[in-house]
């Protein structure tokens, strides 16, 4: 079918790394073009990178026909903005950790964990706004006093992609994502101020909520502009999720979720009670260490992602008794910001690389895995396990999660889900429907769970570690 006939939808994912473009049919989901640029490195970007990055990639005529778009961009990033809207700074990221002070002082000034729970959901960890402004506050006073708002890295560029055509009236987000920055009730769908206030030390100016099919306007070419979302939340719409899915995300960071119709409340902390770009709820669980845990296992052995798959898939389960703690980057979950990677049950025996390679597989699934046993053990219903993102390619992943999830496990076909979400809300907002189009999800491969104990042992080891080295 000619593109001329049918109606098209555009959906930007911003993620950490890059952005990534893809344009769909209205109607049935089909990809009918994609582009994607590349995000500087680091943990702070100014956030006119990401406007470069979506110029890239939608060059060359990409959005030609397009009648609708939204983004869906990084969770929690902080865009702090002057009286203007022009940035103050560049963006602290999800993954800057240098608020893992403020987010300690925050949860003990309101009265503990249980205490923001119950005003927003969640327990503010470094990778959330509300810690970050106070880290703003605290280390930068002189650009704390010329901020006057704050928007999130999916804001920013749906407020760029506006303003090209003059139709830009305000900053605009959606409950999704505004559930991720630590002021922001689900429950209620409002903000709370006063946590503004307790991070920041006086107000800010916060983006209007829009509903989950409600337009943020048009721009100059009469494309319908949708609220976006977070990226997690747009990876549920793009993956249609059904009662009893649950999505294992392996990309940068790594994510456990599941479309909830309630709210939930995680008083440990481990479960953010965050919202959906549908109107529902997304308990999610979320660790800073995922796929790059596999690059760096496979430097470490001398390999490239094909080798270390093949030296993994070589050692038997369990890794003769060689266990990693993947916190290379320190860890959102658990809470351990300013730990390192830990490598326990070294052996002469086991010291081989086939055994690293199957450790740290292991090793970044089980911290996954703890994820999924969250949710179940919060009510949610696991029948099976959608395993997403760059990581789940991995022939040695595919083979070791479903012993360490203890469920099925499926694997779409690849995809672009977090722009392909987006896209689907685009094609929502256009419509005009109640409910989002039914957008078909290819399953490329479904793995059933063995019928021996390995996972479970591998998992008692790992948290036995854990439990040794940082007593959690």
Not at 421 to 428: F, H, L, N, S, V
């Amino acid at each position: 079918m000619a593109d001329r006939d049918r109606t098209l939808v555009a959906g930007v994912d911003s993620s950490t790394q890059s952005t990534k473009v893809v344009v769909c049919d209205a109607a049935t989901g089909e990809v009918v073009r994609t582009d994607r640029a590349p995000h500087p490195e680091g943990t702070q970007v100014h956030p006119e990178r990401w406007w470069d990055a979506y110029l890239s990639a939608t060059g060359d005529n990409l959005l030609e026909g397009v009648s609708a778009i939204a983004v869906g961009g990084q969770q929690h990033g902080m865009c702090a903005l002057d009286e203007s809207g022009a940035v103050v700074r560049d963006a602290l990221l999800w993954n800057d950790t240098s608020s893992a002070q403020a987010s300690r002082d925050l949860v003990g000034e309101l009265g503990g964990m249980a205490a923001w729970v119950d005003r927003t959901g969640s327990v503010p960890v470094p990778s959330f706004t509300v810690t970050k402004l106070r880290w703003l506050a605290e280390h930068e006073p002189e650009l704390a006093a010329r901020t006057a708002s704050v928007v999130l890295p999916h804001d920013w560029l749906t407020g760029q992609i506006l303003k090209q055509g003059n139709g830009f009236e305000r900053w605009t987000t959606d409950r999704g994502d505004a559930s991720g920055t630590g002021y922001f009730s689900p429950e209620s769908n409002a903000y709370v101020p006063e946590l503004v206030e307790l991070a920041f030390g006086r107000p800010l100016g916060t983006p209007t909520v829009l509903g989950p099919r409600e337009a943020a306007g048009r721009t100059a070419g009469g494309m319908l502009v949708g609220p976006g979302t977070g990226d997690n939340m747009g990876a549920a719409l793009g993956l249609g999720l059904e009662p009893g899915d649950v999505v294992v995300s392996l990309g940068t960071s790594g994510a456990v979720f599941a479309d909830h119709p309630s709210p939930v409340k995680d008083t440990s902390g481990d479960v953010a009670g965050f919202a959906s770009a549908t109107g529902g709820h997304l308990p999610l669980m979320c660790t800073l260490n995922a796929a790059r845990v596999l690059s760096a296992a496979a430097h470490l052995v001398g390999t490239d992602l094909a080798g270390l798959d093949r030296l993994a898939l070589a050692a038997g389960p369990g890794a003769g008794g060689l266990t990693l703690l993947p916190y290379l980057d320190g860890e959102r979950t658990p809470n351990l910001p300013e730990a390192t990677g830990t490598l326990g049950g070294l052996t002469r025996t086991n010291s081989t690389p086939e055994n690293l390679a199957r450790a740290a597989v292991e090793g970044m699934l089980a911290n996954l895995a703890a994820g999924v046993d969250d949710l179940r053990e919060l009510g949610i219903p696991v029948s099976r396990v959608l395993l997403i993102g760059g990581a789940s390619a991995s022939r040695a992943v595919r083979a070791v999660a479903p012993a360490l999830f203890g469920a099925p496990v499926a694997v779409p076909a690849p995809g672009e889900y977090v722009g392909i979400g987006a896209a689907r809300q685009a094609a929502w907002v256009l419509s005009g429907e109640d409910a989002p189009p039914p957008w078909a999800v290819r399953i490329e491969e479904t793995l059933d769970p063995p019928s021996g104990g390995s996972g479970v042992e591998v998992r008692e080891r790992y948290a036995a570690l854990l439990a040794a080295v940082h007593g959690a």
